[in-house]
């Protein structure tokens, strides 16, 4: 299965009719790019900027080591897309400067961005670190924000790069049901979506993704979370944008053949995933993918739905 999985392991991701999905890596720094780019990823999808501002636990890091670690991963990614997520901080991932100590759930309390609009200084010192990072390079950089609830959120942010002057696209994350169910609304603020899945099955079920007692709801498979992934795909559809998906579903090469039947346009993952991803779906075609889907939301358990859908994609 892995030498098949390497052997199919390079040009762009597609469907075998050809219709076109970007393998796209997650990364979290310079020191992931060589990898990603091994593996054969067409851009990256989540640049999870967060490491930065482990080094200090006071400061926000300066406005020229972001450039610096900026423009690393953009040079590696020429002509490609390289979406950058601004500073994810709170609840599992705390900056001590930044991350008020006495919530009693910090999971639903000031973390993403509802952080960098408490602290628009850190904000903007990130947003004006990314445009000069862009400055004069071909890429195609996107840029958007973790934990956005509503268009309130959205605007906000698109406003925050407008006045830092980024030239870029704006997107949001979809990691709250809200977001899912009124991503209409959002789009007509920002420009893309960008589903994480691991966040967004976590505020689905009010099931913590740190304890492990409750993990059977954090499985990606489960028809209310598809529901969603659909709901925010069909809303991108219909705005004429893109809706891709970075968290850990898109890493499981059977689901991502099912992300991909429910309308998803790009999937971001772990770069070691990316040529089994790569392999699975180009052997099967829209059509096929989009009756697993089918097939998989209209399960009732999260096991059933990954039956079904396996059920559909080997029978034919
Ligand atoms: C997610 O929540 O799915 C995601 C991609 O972001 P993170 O895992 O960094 O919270
Ligand atoms: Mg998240």
């Known amino acids: 299965e892995r030498k098949a999985a390497l052997a199919a392991s390079s040009g762009p991701g597609a469907t075998s009719d050809g219709h076109k999905v970007p393998l796209l890596a997650n990364v979290g720094g310079p020191g992931d790019v060589a990898t990603a780019v091994d593996a054969g990823a067409e851009g990256v999808g989540l640049f999870r900027t967060e490491f930065l501002f482990l080094d200090d636990s006071k400061n926000a890091p300066?406005?020229?080591?972001?450039?610096?670690?900026?423009?690393?991963?953009?040079?590696?990614?020429?002509?490609?897309?390289?979406?950058?997520?601004?500073?994810?901080?709170?609840?599992?991932?705390?900056?001590?400067?930044?991350?008020?100590?006495?919530?009693?759930?910090?999971?639903?309390?000031?973390?993403?961005?509802?952080?960098?609009?408490?602290?628009?200084?850190?904000?903007?010192?990130?947003?004006?670190?990314?445009?000069?990072?862009?400055?004069?390079?071909?890429?195609?950089?996107?840029?958007?924000?973790?934990?956005?609830?509503?268009?309130?959120?959205?605007?906000?942010?698109a406003d925050a790069c407008?006045?830092?002057?980024?030239?870029?696209?704006?997107?949001?994350?979809?990691?709250?049901?809200?977001?899912?169910?009124?991503a209409r609304s959002i789009l007509q603020e920002v420009e893309f979506l960008s589903l994480g899945t691991n966040d967004l099955a976590q505020y689905t079920f009010a099931a913590d993704r740190q304890v492990g007692a409750?993990?059977?709801?954090?499985?990606?498979?489960?028809?209310?979370?598809?529901?969603?992934?659909?709901?925010?795909?069909?809303?991108?559809?219909?705005?004429?944008?893109?809706?891709?998906?970075c968290g850990e579903a898109a890493s499981d090469p059977l689901l991502a053949c099912v992300l991909t039947g429910l309308g998803v346009t790009s999937l971001s993952m772990g770069a070691a995933s990316i040529p089994y991803v790569r392999s699975t779906l180009s052997k099967h075609t829209l059509a096929q993918c989009e009756r697993a889907a089918a097939a998989a939301r209209a399960a009732d358990t999260a096991d059933d739905a990954r039956a079904a859908a396996q059920a559909v994609l080997s029978g034919e």
């Not at 004006?128 to 400055?135: C, D, F, G, V």
């Not at 990606?220 to 944008?241: F, I, M, T």
Request: charged fraction near 25%; glycine fraction near 6%.
């Open 162 to 182: 407008r006045e830092a002057g980024l030239q870029a696209k704006f997107g949001a994350m979809v990691e709250i049901p809200s977001a899912a169910l009124r």
């Open 62 to 157: 300066s406005e020229e080591k972001q450039v610096d670690a900026y423009r690393q991963v953009l040079e590696a990614f020429p002509e490609g897309r390289v979406v950058v997520r601004v500073l994810d901080a709170g609840a599992d991932k705390p900056l001590d400067f930044l991350t008020p100590a006495d919530e009693p759930n910090p999971a639903l309390g000031v973390r993403g961005l509802r952080t960098l609009l408490d602290h628009p200084d850190v904000l903007r010192t990130q947003l004006t670190a990314l445009a000069k990072a862009a400055e004069g390079l071909p890429v195609y950089l996107e840029v958007m924000a973790p934990m956005v609830a509503d268009r309130t959120d959205a605007k906000a942010f």
């Open 214 to 245: 409750v993990s059977r709801l954090q499985d990606p498979w489960q028809p209310a979370l598809l529901d969603l992934v659909a709901a925010s795909a069909e809303a991108a559809k219909a705005e004429g944008k893109s809706c891709g998906v």
